[in-house]
């Protein structure tokens, strides 16, 4: 399954604030929401739309719909919620789970300790969200999670994914289409990812 990065003057320039260790939480986080915007934007490209009829101030037309409902976003916890606020302001009415996984900091290891998706995953396109993927640890028990409740139809979403983090997600769910606004050099030693943006979850939250 490929992976699409999305290059834009745009992204790149709110990519270059984003990364900067000067930048501050509000700043930070506004920075999130936008570029997960733009990832969304891009993730319902091949969106089914439903034909309509309504009444202009002019005239009768038919025009089209998004089934709303049939979207389930599901922020891995805690960065992942930095992203939803950008996805909803596109799709209001979309489903919304939460998957609670913390990276074990020596095993680097994903860690389970909550989980709560909308019912009836089966029939909805399933969005999970994380600002990095970096081993992949994260996103690939995620995805697990989701289709043992059922979900088919998966994408994932990040801010910056490293080389080590597609390959893995890509070899446990081949099925899952990334997206992302940057695929970065590689991870250091203790599994960050280099350049990155240092912690995400510490700098949405403040935490740090
Ligand atoms: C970060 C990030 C991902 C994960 C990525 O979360 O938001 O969930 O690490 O790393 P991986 O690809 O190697 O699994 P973290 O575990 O720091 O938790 P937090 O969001 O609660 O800070
Ligand atoms: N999690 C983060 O927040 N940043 C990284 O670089 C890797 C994992």
Redesign the pocket.
């Known amino acids: 399954m490929e992976v699409i990065e999305l290059k834009h003057p745009l992204i790149l320039h709110k990519l270059t604030i984003l990364r900067d260790k000067k930048t501050g939480t509000k700043e930070f986080r506004e920075l999130v929401s936008e570029l997960s915007s733009f990832l969304c934007y891009e993730a319902l490209k091949d969106a089914e739309l439903k034909e309509v009829e309504i009444e202009t101030p002019m005239t009768k037309m038919k025009s089209y719909k998004l089934d709303e409902d049939k979207y389930a976003f599901m922020p ?5 919620t930095g992203m939803l606020d950008g996805l909803i302001k596109i799709v209001p009415n979309a489903k919304i789970g939460h998957i609670g ?3 074990n900091e020596e095993t ?3 860690v389970r300790y909550f989980y709560k998706a909308p019912s009836h995953l089966e029939n909805r396109e399933t969005i999970v969200l ?12 995620a995805i697990t999670l989701l289709k043992q409740s059922g979900a088919k139809k998966i994408k994932f979403l990040c801010i910056i994914a ?1 080389p080590e ?1 597609i390959k ?1 997600l890509q070899e446990v769910h081949p099925d899952v289409k990334i997206y992302c606004t940057a695929i970065d050099e590689k ?1 250091n030693d203790i ?1 960050y990812i280099v350049p990155g943006l240092g ?4 700098r949405i ?1 403040g ?1 740090k």
């Not at 891995?76 to 992942?80: D, E, N, P, S, V």
């Not at 994380?130 to 028990?141: E, R």
């Not at 912690?199 to 510490?202: E, F, M, Q, S, T």
């Open positions: 891995i916890l805690r960065a992942g996984l913390y990276r680097l290891e994903p994380d600002p990095m993927l970096a081993t992949g640890g994260s996103a690939a028990d490293a983090g893995r991870l599994g912690d995400a979850g510490d939250f935490t």
